[in-house]
Each structure stands twice: as C-alpha cells, then as structure tokens.
C-alpha cells in the first residue's frame, strides 16, 4: 500500500532494501571496482548464467565517464547510482511485485501514468542482450526492466529479471526537484554538500587530465592478466580484471583516444574476455554440482 | 446449438508496434483453422491491448459438418486375384479406411484402375476439436522479436494468462505452460484483480467495466475525441498524425487526455523541432491554433482514469520542459557556430573509413551537382552548388549529434540553419528536399535545386558504396543502397529527366581514383545493380519483364529512355507481324551466336559491301533493306524525341528480307569469304535491333 512519500534519497534506498529484502532477496553491497552498471556486478553478470536460482538487491554506484557534464546539466553525471534487483527465476508476478515497490517507496500509482514503454537492451562489452521495458511513471524514464536471453555470448535457462531502477531520477520526482544536485540526501545533505566538488573534480579527469598512452598500456596488461587468471580457473581474480578493462576502455572513449574501428575492435576485445569469464563460471559451478539448486550441496 | 469462442492470450506490455499486425495474423489463423476443420461460425472479431490478444467468434457449430472422403487404395489388377475374390491388397485398404471388402469401388485414373473407398467422416464435437486448434493458432503468431521467460515457448514479452471458452464451458487449451481458463485481468493499476467471465459475450463489457477498452478501434476514436476535447479547453486543435494516433493506441488500456503547457518563449524554436520534442519520445500531440499557428501546450493520452490529472501534467510537463531546453540549448550554439564551421567540422565525422569523412563526401557531392547541372539545368548550378555545400552541415550540429530525437530532423533542421543565416530560399529548400525519396511512396523534392542536390547525394553514396564493396545483396538493404538507387530511377523517370547514369558513374568513378580511393572487390558490379532498379521501376509500370530485360541489356543507363524503348515494345509485340519477325531475328543471333569466333566482325558492321557482291538476290535485298531501316531507325532515335514505336515499326518492315534470305541463301558456305561476308550482313541486321533493344531477351 502506499506509504508517506519518503523525505530523503536514503529514504528511498532504505525502503528499497526492506521492500526486497521481505522479497526474499539476498542484500547486498556494491562491487568493489569501477563499473558502468550494476550488471557488470558478478552478483548479476555470474549468477544469472546456469541453472541456479539467484535473487538479490544491490545499490551500485555506476560510472559513465563520457556522461559527466562538471555538474551543470541537471541530470547528467559520470557517476550515478543504480539500485539493482535480479530475480531468477523470474517469478509470474514480477511486474506486479515492481509496482508493488513503487508504492512502497510512496509513489500512488493511481494517480499517474505508469507505462512500459518497449525496449530492447543490449550490453556489447558483456555479450549480453535481453528483451524488456523503459518504465515510465508520467513521462519519465524510471526504471529498465530486462527479461535475461543472453550473457557473456551463453543462452540463459531460467531468465532473470534485471530491475534497474534510477534512483536519482525517482528521487527528484518525488522530492519535485528538478536538479539532481538539489537532491536532499539526508536531512541535512544534499546532493550537492556530498558530491558536486567530486564531479567536477572526476570530469575533469575523464576529458582533460586522464593519460591515455597509460591507458592503453594497462588496457594490455589488464587484458593479459584476465586472459592468464581466467585459464587458471580463477574466476573471480580474472572477471575482476575484464571489468578493469571495460573501465579503461569507457575512459579512453571518454578522452576521445579511440577510433570508431578501434572501438568496435576493443569493444569485442572485451566480450571475448566476458565469455572467457563466463564459460569459467559455469565450468566452476557444474564441478560444484550447481549447490544452490534446491536439495543442492551448498557448499559455494 | 452454436456458441460463441472466447480465447484471451493475457500476456506483458507488447511493443506498439506488434500488435496490429498480430491480432490481424491472430484472425486470419482462426477463420482458416475453423474452415479447415469445418466449424461452421459466425463473425469472427480480434482485439487487443497491449497486455492482450483476443479473439471472439459468434456462434460456433457444436460439431464438425460430416464429410465423405475419397481415398484412392491399390490398382485393381493386384487387388483381386484370378478368381476375382479380394487380395490382402484389398482387404488391407478396406480395413484402413474403415469399410467393408465389398463397399469398395472403383475409379478409372490415367493409370489404369484403382480402388476407391468412400470414407465417412463422422464430425467430432467442438469441444473436442476447439482447444487444439485455437492453441496452434496462439503458438502460430510471430513477431519480429521474441522472447523466452519460462523455458516453455517463445512470444513477443511473457505470457501470464489464458482464457479460453465454448459457451460457458472452459475450452482445455494449453500453451506456453499455462493451462487456459476464465479468469482474466483489468487494467494493472486501476482494475488489477482476477475476474471470471461467465461467457464469450461478457467479454468486452467485463473489461470495460474493470478500465479496459479492448478494441482498438473503439480506443482509437475515444483518443481522438478525447483529443479534440482537450485542446478545445486551450482554444486548439491536434496536429493531425496518423502514425502517432496508430502507435498511441496500442500504447494504452483505457486513454484518456492531459492537458500540459509549456513556456511560451520555446515557441521560437523552429515548429519541427518543437513538435519532435512533444512527439518522439513522449508520445505527446502538438496543438495549434485557429490561424495553423503552434500552441504553447499538449496533449499527452494517459492509459487510465480519474484522479491524478495534476500529477501527470506536472510530470509530463518537467519532461518536455527538460527536452525543450536541450533543444534550445542546441539551437543557440548551433545558429552561434555559424554553417561554415559546421561544415568544416564535417572533416571529423567518418563517412566510412575507405571512404573518408563527411566532409570528402560532400565535396564530391557539389562536383557532381555542378557536373549534373552543367546538362540538367545550367540556370540552376549556382544556387544549388551553394545547397551542396551545406547540406550536410547539420550532422556536425549540436542538435543532431546529441543523438537525441532531433537527431531524426537532419535535413529539416539543416534547412532552418541557413533559413536563419540568410540563405536564398532555393538554397533553403534544397537543404530541405534533398534527402526526398525516403520511399517508394515519399514525395519527391520539388526545386531542381532540391532534385540535383539529391540526385547527388545518391549518387554519390551509390558509387562509393561499390567503391568500398558493401553490400547490395541479400534480403537486407544494410546500407540503403537500393533505396537509394530507386530514388533515382523515380527522380528521373517521375521528373523526366534526361541522364545516363552509366556515364554519370564513370565519371564519379574518376573522382574516386584521383583521390587515391581504390575499388575494392565487389560481388556484384554497379551496371548490374543499375539494371535491377531499373527493371523493378519497369515492373511498377507495369512493363511485361522480358520486354524490359530486352530493354536494358543494350543501354540501361538512361532510364527514362530505357522506359521509352520498353513502352515501345510493349507496344508492338500485339502486332500480327511481330512473332514472325522475332523468328527470324532468333535466327540471326542464334547463327551469330553459333559462329566460330573470328569469323565475325566485333560488334555492329559498317555495311561497306558493295551490291555486286552478293551472288543471291535475296542478300542483295537483305543487304539494301538493312541499310535503308539502319538510316530510318538514326533518323527516329535522333530526334529530340526518339520514336522508338516508328523505329520499331520500321524494323518489323524487314521480315520478308529476312525470311527470303533464310529461304534462299546458306550462310556458312565453304567459301570463307563469303561466309564471313553472310555473317557480316547478320551482325548488320542484328546491330539495328540493338540501337533498341536486346530481343532475343524476349
């Protein structure tokens, strides 16, 4: 039912995490390293390949570096928040379950437009791909919703459902703000108080000051050390540094150091490496014996 | 007694776009599944939402019409031995087909004869036939994209629910997984709970009271009079849109209007690019005013009803309101920056990377508009000159390249650019046109400014595009290249417009190589390319296809010619001489054809023999008849004009000269000179049908 709209973005993120968590799902932190989105996460990106059932949440703060504006652009940042939700299998219900989270977050869903505007996603770097939704609530993009088909190049059996909601966008809509920056964090915090010297501080990196000959150096050292960790079987270690590589490489673009066919070449670059990882992942599990299947070993 | 069908397939938001055409596939493979296993039935309707495909059929027989079958068994020499009692052949096919031995009959067949068995099909109920048919149909449907959720089957988004009755009866359909019943849901916010529906005929008025208007029809006129109404109340009217209208319909359960405004000073913007911010994305209809001008407001369709009208308009108005200023952000920056700058930045957008940037290929572009004017319209070289040089500017603007929905208003908005720089409105215009035909029902451009700098653009991208050895095969068009070709063949057929493209190619081929861009291997050449846009433009007019294979093989480079010559054949293949001369002329190329190489002179001949030569009458009159229609035939296609049906007409005078010299006269004599000198009046007569068309294609 719906709640009091909440005052603060903690609200939201605090109400998020009871919501799933009474959901049944696993609570967890954000990835340790720089990512684009939460799907890079290996608590997405592994756990929605194999049989095993998997749901959890997540906040992940998610970095876009060519999308920083220094903070001047109302809705622009290089390094925003996602709050991630994956449920798999996907359950009958689970469209019905995500309006019943925007209720919970204080949002009366009779009184707007709610719509699910077609959208098909698609994660080169990751091999990935799925058919799904832009959710809109009056107009306004606020959520991604994604049925699973492919990761890391394999068919996925059972289908996730990756709930991607922009926690910012929500958060102006109900706090009738406009400016991300004027976003009141806490009580007494804004958006701004926390991170608007960061964001200035991180574009200017991303498009003057990042060294690219550097970049590129560790873009081939990375690459090597996730080759060689992947056929080691270390699956951990070695996705660790593909997802460096996909950083660097999102820098490099940002610095305007990659051309349009090196771009393509090291975008497949990195699939390659994500497929590596994956098929590693999946080799992992199935020694394991798949523990979180139901009567499974669990010893993961 | 007949009932009535209801099958509902509930199922998750379907793209716009795939609905119509699914409920259409939906009731063409129930009225085809019901004829197919003789279901007598009443009107057949689909609806649908988009989280539903319907299908209501009034009054289904309860049972299949009986039908008598006859099935064909052995020969009956083998099924009846020497005493005349029946084989096992017989007595097995009379089993099979559930007969008696002795119900057997016989059937005469141009084979001999056989057994016959009439079958009695005995009609099964509904009930039983029903739940297959209806779950094929369902399983039938395809989309452009599908997906799969459960592991249980593939659709266009998941599908959660099935009703499906006979009557009040369940029907036991099963698909996806989901065993079909009668429950079925309203609208996902305002009605979200199950219901049950007593019977097919409560289906429509069940959902309608649960915030559902399930046909789209009906949802289709409430959106436009909800529309109407709503932009009264700001003293407009909708900017009618047929596309928006279609693909908001089929975006909504129950639609109902908003009303939002915007700041009046955004209505400086050029009217594309505001009408593109409301439209685009948000799918929100632009008002104007009684005197056609752009009202500061919108209507946006919201799926649902009853309160929250206010927090929809502010929503949907702080989105616009966010769009509009980028747009105004673009356009100020854009119009600061000047068009030469956006050119020059053209030399940083790749084209492709065989082919250079943008900025090369528009170079390219205003040699050839110059090139093409120079025969074309001299008048207007100056002015369009000046369009090519700009036409591509907008791609390096601000506004296009944010890759926003503006980004689909090139052209449009290159046109407003040099309208606010102060560019003569021919060069406006051009910009304007210049990307015209999209399609083979898009209007063409009408300035011959718009028409040379299109042409241009086209041409340009069709050359390079063999240049660089893309693709122009297969069912996909990756590259737009055949697009492009058909709108030159339209331009120049529709307009009237004398070019050999051919030569035109070559040329732009010369440009090529002298900036140093080699041809890359292609599969297929561009004078093959050519002819197939060509023969498809021929085969829209209607032009028997032989007729315009005939027509291209010898020039194909001029289409409004080629169409002249072929409209010209088309012409005289109903004339009573026409097959006969086409015998001959088959004679005379196949000899050629057969000819050992070197015996004959390449090509056409020059006729230099003298009369006295000829030891037969019917050479000599061969030899004099070619000659006089060879002069007759330059004197027609010579003419402003070209009379090709008088030419041809003249050729068909040469069938009697034909005939007798076949009659008369043995080509491959033993004598080489005289044999080479036969042949050589053959490749005459044949290279005076070549001036129009290639017959033996016929």
């Not at chain 1, 903070?71 to 390094?79: M, S």
């Not at chain 2, 702080?318 to 030469?340: I, M, S």
């Amino acid at each position: 039912m719906s709640a009091a709209k909440p005052r603060t973005f903690q609200e939201i993120l605090l109400r998020l995490e009871q919501f799933w968590s009474d959901q049944g799902c696993v609570l967890l932190q954000p990835y340790s390293g720089e990512v684009g989105a939460g799907t890079f996460n290996p608590a997405t990106f592994f756990r929605v390949l194999g049989p095993e059932p998997w749901n959890a949440a997540y906040v992940e703060p998610s970095r876009r570096p060519k999308d920083g504006r220094y903070g001047e652009n109302p809705n622009r940042l290089q390094n925003f928040y996602q709050y991630q939700v994956v449920l798999k299998p996907s359950p009958p219900d689970v469209l019905d379950r995500y309006l019943e989270s925007l209720r919970h977050i204080g949002i009366d869903l009779a009184r707007h437009d709610v719509r699910f505007v077609e959208d098909d996603w698609e994660s080169p770097t990751l091999g990935a791909w799925g058919l799904g939704w832009e959710v809109w609530l009056d107009g306004q993009e606020i959520t991604q919703f994604t049925y699973f088909q492919q990761a890391g190049g394999y068919d996925l059996n059972p289908v996730t459902a990756e709930i991607t909601y922009g926690i910012e966008r929500i958060a102006c809509y109900l706090q009738g703000v406009e400016r991300i920056m004027d976003l009141q964090w806490s009580a007494d915090r804004t958006w701004s108080d926390l991170f608007l010297k960061g964001e200035v501080e991180w574009c200017h990196f991303n498009f003057e000051q990042s060294n690219a000959p550097f970049l590129f150096e560790l873009f081939e050292k990375f690459e090597g050390e996730a080759v060689r960790l992947l056929k080691a079987g270390l699956v951990l270690p070695g996705y660790d540094y593909v997802v460096k590589c996909s950083h660097v490489f999102n820098l490099l673009e940002a610095r305007g150091a990659i051309s349009v066919t090196e771009r393509v070449a090291t975008i497949a670059r990195v699939r390659k490496m994500a497929r590596l990882a994956a098929g590693a992942y999946l080799k992992q599990r199935e020694e394991l014996g798949f523990p979180l299947l139901p009567g499974g070993s669990r010893a993961s | 007694m007949p009932r009535d069908v209801l099958l509902e397939v509930g199922c998750e938001e379907l793209p716009a776009s795939f609905l119509s055409p699914a409920l259409a596939d939906l009731e063409r493979l129930a009225v085809d599944g019901l004829a197919e296993a003789r279901l007598a039935h009443g009107p057949v309707r689909a609806m649908g939402t988009p989280r539903r495909l319907a299908l209501l059929v009034e009054a289904v027989a309860d049972r299949q019409e009986d039908r008598v079958r006859e099935v064909t068994g052995p020969a009956v020499k083998v099924a009846y031995d020497a005493a005349g009692n029946p084989t096992n052949a017989a007595k097995g096919f009379a089993k099979g087909a559930g007969i008696a031995v002795e119900a057997l009959e016989r059937t005469a067949t141009p084979k001999g004869e056989y057994l016959l068995a009439r079958v009695q099909d005995v009609g099964r109920s509904a009930a039983e036939v029903l739940p297959g048919l209806l779950g094929a149909s369902v399983l039938a449907l395809k989309f452009p994209k599908t997906m799969h959720w459960n592991g249980a089957g593939r659709f266009a988004r998941p599908v959660r629910w099935l009703v499906a009755l006979h009557g009040e009866e369940v029907l036991a359909v099963e698909a996806f997984g989901i065993v079909a019943g009668r429950r079925t849901r309203g609208h996902r916010i305002h009605a979200p709970d199950w219901v049950d529906l007593a019977r097919p005929r409560d289906y429509v008025s069940a959902l309608r009271e649960r915030v559902v208007m399930v046909e789209s029809s009906e949802r289709r006129g409430a959106i436009e009079s909800e529309l109407t109404r709503a932009a009264a109340t700001v003293g407009g009217t909708p900017i009618r849109d047929e596309e928006l209208l279609d693909e908001v319909t089929n975006l909504v359960e129950w639609p109902e209007a908003v009303v939002g405004s915007f700041d009046e000073r955004h209505l400086s913007l050029p009217r594309p690019v505001v009408v593109t911010a409301m439209k685009a994305h948000q799918r929100y209809f632009a008002l104007e005013r009684p005197d056609r001008s752009l009202l500061p407001n919108f209507v946006m369709i919201r799926s649902g009803r009853g309160e929250g009208a206010e927090e929809i308009r502010r929503g949907t108005q702080a989105v616009l309101r966010a769009r509009l200023e980028d747009a105004r952000f673009y356009w100020d920056n854009d119009r600061k920056a000047g068009l030469e700058a956006r050119v020059e930045s053209l030399a940083g957008i790749v084209w492709h990377e065989r082919l250079g940037t943008i900025r090369d290929r528009v170079k390219r572009i205003e040699q050839l508009v110059e090139e093409l004017a120079r025969t074309l319209a001299p008048k207007s070289r100056s002015l369009a000159a000046r369009a090519a040089h700009l036409c591509k500017a907008d791609l390096a603007s601000e506004m296009v390249r944010s890759g926003k929905e503006f980004a689909t208003l090139q052209g449009i908005v290159g046109a407003e650019y040099a309208a606010a720089a102060g560019e003569p409105p021919a060069v406006v215009q051009a910009i304007r046109e210049h990307y015209l035909p999209q399609g083979p029902s898009d209007p063409l451009p009408e300035s011959m400014e718009g028409i040379l700098v299109s042409l241009a653009d086209r041409l340009e991208a069709l050359v390079g595009g063999f240049r660089a050895g893309l693709e122009v095969t297969g069912s996909q068009d990756p590259y737009g290249l055949r697009r492009a070709g058909n709108g030159v063949v339209r331009i120049l057929v529709e307009k009237r417009l004398r070019l050999d493209v051919m030569a035109t190619a070559a040329w732009l081929d010369g440009i090529f190589e002298k900036a140093g861009i080699t041809k890359a291997p292609s599969t297929v050449e561009f004078g093959t390319f050519w002819g197939q846009r060509v023969a498809s433009a021929l085969e829209e007019a209607g032009i028997r296809h032989d007729t315009a294979d005939a027509a291209i093989a010898v020039r194909p480079g001029d289409p409004l010619d080629v169409m002249a010559r072929a409209r010209a054949i088309d012409g005289i293949r109903e004339s009573p001489d026409f097959e006969g001369l086409m015998t001959g002329y088959r004679r005379v190329a196949n000899l050629l054809r057969s000819a050992p190489p070197g015996e004959i002179p390449a090509g056409d001949h020059p006729m230099a023999e003298r009369a006295e030569n000829f030891g037969a009458k019917a050479e000599a009159d061969l030899h004099l008849e070619t000659k006089m229609a060879r002069q007759a035939v330059e004197t027609y296609l010579q003419a402003a004009e070209p009379d090709y049906g008088a030419a041809l007409r003249h050729l068909l005078g040469l069938r009697p000269a034909i005939d007798a010299f076949f009659e008369a006269v043995m080509v491959m004599d033993e004598d080489p000179g005289t044999r080479k000198r036969r042949l050589g009046l053959l490749a005459a007569v044949r290279g005076t049908f070549l001036r129009i068309a290639d017959l033996s294609a016929i």
